[in-house]
């Protein structure tokens, strides 16, 4: 199962999770800027590493996941890429690489499994890869903020439903927002996903929404084309 962007293609076929609409609008949106180390968490396919890769070709990309096959899939998508020079694929929990980590990272990106306490998805790695059990929000950001620079920025993409424990637990770990984006699936419906970048810097974060499509059933809307142009084809 082969999914094709401009400057890369994806199997996505044995993955934990495959190429969504979520990974597509976080890998698009984070910015990467003087991010010499980068950190893609929950990689799967990795999608996102091969984003961060095709944005800043200068760095060294770190991507993790838990589930076999998702590590191998990745590799392999790195391996038959253009930066399989940067992209460097490990099977290791975050708590793990947290405690062995001897670098730190100038950029972390995740889209965290979110569902907390809610019915198990019918195949574990999905399961896993979908349901906070795995990775909370308040081990989330502990482990984080261990590996990450100082003056380093880490950007998420979750439910606009449960948001706060996840922004309780970033405070409480001394990360702040900078940018926080609601994304809408269109006008007129509530917010489903939050854009979130976090810094070690307390400040009044940017704020704005986003609207992926321009009514129910209809085209995608010029903001979202923008967003991802680099990257569709």
């Not at 993790?64 to 694929?89: C, G, K, P």
């Not at 059933?217 to 084809?233: A, H, I, Q």
């Amino acid at each position: 199962m082969i999914f094709r962007f401009k400057k890369f293609a994806i199997n996505h076929g044995n993955s934990s999770m495959r190429v969504g609409t979520d990974a597509v609008i976080l890998g698009a949106w984070a910015k990467t800027e003087e991010s010499e180390t980068i950190l893609d968490i929950g990689t799967g396919c990795g999608i996102i590493a091969l984003m961060m890769a095709q944005k800043s070709q200068n760095s060294q990309i770190t991507a993790i996941d838990i589930h076999t096959e998702s590590i191998v899939e990745a590799r392999s998508n790195f391996e038959n890429s253009d930066w399989s020079n940067q992209l460097f694929a490990n099977q290791i929990s975050l708590s793990e690489l947290a405690k062995h980590l001897e670098i730190k990272f100038s950029l972390v990106i995740c889209n965290p499994p979110f569902f907390i306490d809610s019915t198990p998805a019918p195949v574990k790695s999905r399961h896993n890869a979908r349901h906070a059990n795995t990775l909370l929000p308040e081990d989330f950001f502990k482990d984080a903020s261990q590996i990450l620079t100082e003056k380093g920025k880490i950007f998420i993409i979750i439910p606009a439903l449960g948001s706060e424990r996840w922004l309780n637990a970033a405070t409480n770990f001394k990360l702040f927002p900078a940018r926080i984006t609601s994304v809408h699936a269109y006008s007129g419906k509530v917010k489903e996903r939050l854009l979130l970048e976090f810094t070690f810097q307390n400040s009044n974060p940017v704020a704005n929404e986003f609207y992926i499509r321009e009514g129910k059933n209809l085209g995608y809307t010029e903001s979202y084309k923008e967003l991802t142009k680099d990257f569709y084809l």
